[in-house]
């Protein structure tokens, strides 16, 4: 019933229906045409449904074997277990663009269906756009990646996946993220209607902006997954290596993170208009062009996916149509946008303009350093690498006094603001973040990491000063406190969580940098002094597992002679891929991890000596724990009153829009 | 940036371009990539490649043990020699050497082979090479890998073509293949024993 005849098909479809929503609506919108009009938001279900249809059958032929597929052969086998058979779909460049498109039709549904208190040409436009970037990704699936290519004669078995994707967090990694980076189509699409419209209020800002945050919290989450990922999974004792691709998914972050603020000037105080609208075209283009060029094989990367540049001269001329479609009728139709008036510098608004500022900029840094290597390359026939001194060097400067306003910002009041007021409610907090940063000054070596820790703990008390300075905790009695808590919007809960996140992850990263490690090669019975603790391998063994055989080494982990754990990391050789990979042995309190990994085995049979890595790694789990936190602030601040019921309505002025009865 | 975007336009022409602006650098870099994705095509791009600063160098100084069955070699040595020379680096826990070894037992013929042999212990990497032949004239064990470093090799194998004087003329950090001997290396053999 589901072939990929079927799939196909229903692609194929898609890309009509997606076709029919670019252009549809846009001429019920120029001609006012509300039975055009209305067209829009079931188109966008119809494509939907029909991507729906295309993804299961991709899923069935996977989980049936079907090895008369091109894609199952090439990325799965009879052997492989049923949960990484379904979400091998998208582990491989075909399979991961239709998850893409499929995530896009979901944006186009989810406006269709939430958007019901849009002005009805608003809607109708957002849902062409989407259905403009839709048709043109649908069409490079079926020219250039069509997952459901068949081969014939079949094969009887598949070749299998690469054993490191064989990993549960990898296998939800990538629909997290391309939520996180198609979700910010729908701001995108939203900021190229109002150029259309030629209008952006702060209606306009409202209704942006929960889509935006809502793709926010998933980039998050999955920027965060990726990074834990390659912490368990690849063994270097890593988080970040600054690749392209790690770099791909940071660029948008930080836009969108700027977004995510802007819109809120816009929503407020109907300034940072054409601001908001460049940043929402730019986050997304980012994000195109990120997933995308990773893929055409120009940026050097060790995430290796098939890289074929003629699938990357398709997707070059796609994002020029796409982002210099958006840019040029930003240049046209920006000039003509009403400015807002202007405002003081010390004022709620002018704390989220140097959190644009500095946002902004850690982006063009990262921006540089990713792009420079290429462009090395083309125009002066020079290959260099950037790395870790580059960024480090760059993004701490630029991200420390970003944290020191974003402790200032959310207790400004909007319009004009006193700075010395906040600075008197904020005399605790500025005592004990100078006693932390003395602290970390004598416990951290380094100046920058010891600056961060002072810097992560000032984010966290001011945004905990925020709520209890709101709720005036200790000022009245704790019934009353209560009271006002309940009072609350919740957005100002979401804003002191989310904030308080950013703190926990950098507090984490700060103190990451004082991690240790020790890279030794040693016989069974020896023993290690690591950070505290003595690590003693106790045996090697051999097991043999389902398509692999291991190397289970035995470390036992204690401290003044008190067992703390008993390790044991692995090696696994692949016989059907010619691969080993290493199984990491973390554990944690939460404080601390304490990571060992298995290398090599060297000297003779008789006596064996091993190759052992062992790492000492402070606060490394708020590194992730932060991110989630913020995530969670976000979905809080998207439970708002304001957005869950408030039905924004457009000045009076707005009569010349017309809206749908 | 409120200042120069919301305030009122002092300047209509001013504003415009400055609006352009984003248009115009997502240009420039489109135009990049553009001309990134034809060099690739056509192979005269490679983001992957590794460029090798030892070209047109001396090379570094260093002196090798003897690997059996060949005699060790030095830099010296190289600097004598009055023909050109292939320094070739392999191992024999390296799979590409071996599938590498038939193509060097071939041009053996051409052009004098020294071998290195890198990070390999001397009775392994003799094993290998009474297994699959010796294409080499002197053979020195770089156990450590401290001469590897100092040529600069990111892997094994790797070929430098060294000239007489001991200048390394020509790498390549990939397996000699049929197809490179015949458009890279035998021209240039050609070449520089005709001048």
């Keep these: 019933m589901l072939s990929p005849e079927l799939g196909h098909y229903a692609l194929a479809l898609a890309c009509v229906l997606a076709f029919a929503q670019a252009v549809v609506p846009l001429i019920g919108a120029s001609t006012r045409d509300i039975r055009l009009l209305t067209l829009a938001p079931a188109l966008a279900l119809g494509q939907l449904l029909a991507l729906l249809v295309s993804f299961l059958c991709l899923i069935n032929a996977a989980v049936t074997d079907d090895f008369s597929v091109q894609n199952i052969v090439a990325n799965s086998a009879v052997s492989k277990p049923l949960l990484y058979k379904i979400t091998g779909v998208w582990g491989n460049h075909e399979g991961s663009v239709l998850l893409w498109i499929l995530i896009l039709g979901i944006c186009g549904a989810a406006v269709a269906a939430f958007g019901r208190n849009l002005p009805g040409i608003l809607r109708a436009r957002v849902i062409a756009v989407l259905g403009i970037i839709a048709a043109g990704f649908e069409l490079f699936c079926l020219t250039t990646s069509n997952p459901f290519a068949r081969v014939w004669p079949a094969p009887m078995d598949g070749q299998g996946m690469n054993p490191l994707l064989q990993d549960p967090g990898l296998a939800f990694h990538p629909p997290i993220l391309y939520t996180g980076y198609v979700g910010f189509a729908v701001p995108f699409a939203f900021a190229i209607a109002a150029l259309i419209e030629g209008r952006v209020d702060a209606a306009w800002g409202r209704w942006v902006r929960p889509w935006a945050v809502a793709a926010w919290c998933f980039l998050t989450c999955g920027i965060a997954l990726g990074s834990w990922w390659s912490y368990y999974v690849l063994g270097w004792g890593g988080y970040w290596f600054w690749d392209p691709v790690e770099n791909a998914s940071l660029i948008p972050w930080l836009t969108g993170t700027a977004l995510i603020h802007s819109a809120t000037v816009v929503e407020k105080r109907e300034s940072l208009k054409i601001w908001t609208v460049l940043l929402a075209i730019a986050t997304f283009s980012f994000s195109l062009s990120g997933t995308f060029l990773v893929r055409s094989g120009i940026l050097n990367s060790v995430h290796a996916f098939a890289n074929d540049p003629a699938r990357g001269i398709f997707i070059l001329a796609l994002l020029a149509l796409v982002i210099g479609g958006s840019l040029a009728l930003f240049a046209c139709r920006a000039p003509a946008l009403t400015s807002g008036g202007f405002f003081a510098p010390v004022s709620r608004e002018g704390a989220l303009v140097l959190n644009n500022i500095f946002l902004c900029s850690i982006c063009a840094v990262v921006v540089t350093g990713t792009m420079y290597p290429p462009f090395m390359s083309l125009l002066f026939d020079r290959t260099i690498s950037v790395g870790k001194p580059f960024f480090d060097a760059t993004t701490i400067p630029l991200a420390l006094p970003l944290f020191m306003f974003m402790g200032i910002g959310p207790m400004l009041p909007w319009k004009r603001a006193q700075l010395w007021p906040v600075i008197q409610r904020l005399w605790i907090t500025l005592i004990l973040t100078g006693l932390a940063f003395a602290i970390s000054l004598w416990g951290v070596a380094g100046v920058f990491p010891a600056l961060s820790c002072g810097a992560a703990v000032w984010v966290i008390l001011t945004s905990i000063t925020d709520v209890t300075e709101r709720i005036r905790l200790f000022r009245m009695p704790l019934s009353g406190s209560l009271q006002r808590a309940r009072g609350l919007p919740r957005s100002v809960f979401g804003t002191a969580l989310a904030h308080a996140g950013v703190g926990i992850s950098v507090l984490g990263l700060a103190v990451m940098s004082q991690a240790q490690h020790k890279i030794t090669e040693i016989t069974p019975g020896t023993t290690q002094h690591l950070a505290g603790y003595d690590w003693t391998l106790e045996k090697v063994e051999q097991a043999p597992g389902p398509n692999y055989t291991a190397m289970t080494a035995t470390v036992k982990v204690s401290r003044n002679g008190h067992l703390v754990a008993m390790m044991h990391p692995s090696r696994r050789s692949f016989n059907a891929q010619h691969q080993t990979t290493t199984e990491v042995s973390i554990h944690t309190n939460l404080l601390a991890d304490l990571y060992c990994v298995l290398g090599d085995q060297h000297g003779t049979d008789a006596n064996p000596t091993y190759v052992l890595r062992l790492h000492y790694n402070p606060l490394a789990p708020w590194m992730w724990l932060g991110a989630l936190i913020m995530a969670v602030g976000g979905i809080l601040s998207l439970s708002d009153r304001r957005i869950r019921v408030g039905a924004p309505r457009r000045a009076q002025s707005a009569a010349r829009t017309v809206t749908s009865p | ?195």
């Design chain 2, 1 to 195: 940036m409120n200042d120069t975007h919301d305030a009122p336009p002092s300047s209509p022409l001013r504003r415009r371009l400055l609006m352009g602006v984003p248009l115009a650098g997502a240009a420039i870099v489109g135009v990049g990539f553009a001309r990134m994705l034809s060099g690739m095509q056509k192979g005269s791009f490679d983001p992957h490649k590794i460029n090798t600063p030892v070209i047109n160098r001396p090379v570094p100084d260093f002196t090798l043990a003897a690997q059996p069955p060949g005699t060790g070699f030095s830099a010296q040595d190289l600097r004598t020699m009055t023909k050109p020379v292939l320094v070739n680096f392999f191992a024999s826990w390296c799979i590409p050497c071996l599938a590498e070894m038939p193509v060097l037992m071939t041009i053996k013929k051409d052009i004098e082979l020294w071998g290195i042999a890198y990070k390999d212990r001397p009775e392994n990497a003799e094993g290998f090479l009474r297994h699959s032949g010796n294409p080499y004239t002197r053979i020195g064990s770089d156990r450590e890998g401290r001469t590897g470093i100092d040529w600069g090799i990111s892997g094994v194998p790797e070929s430098f073509l060294v000239t007489p004087g001991g200048i390394i003329r020509w790498h390549t950090a990939t397996p000699l293949a049929p197809d490179i001997l015949q458009t890279t290396l035998l021209p240039l053999l050609a070449k520089l024993n005709s001048p």
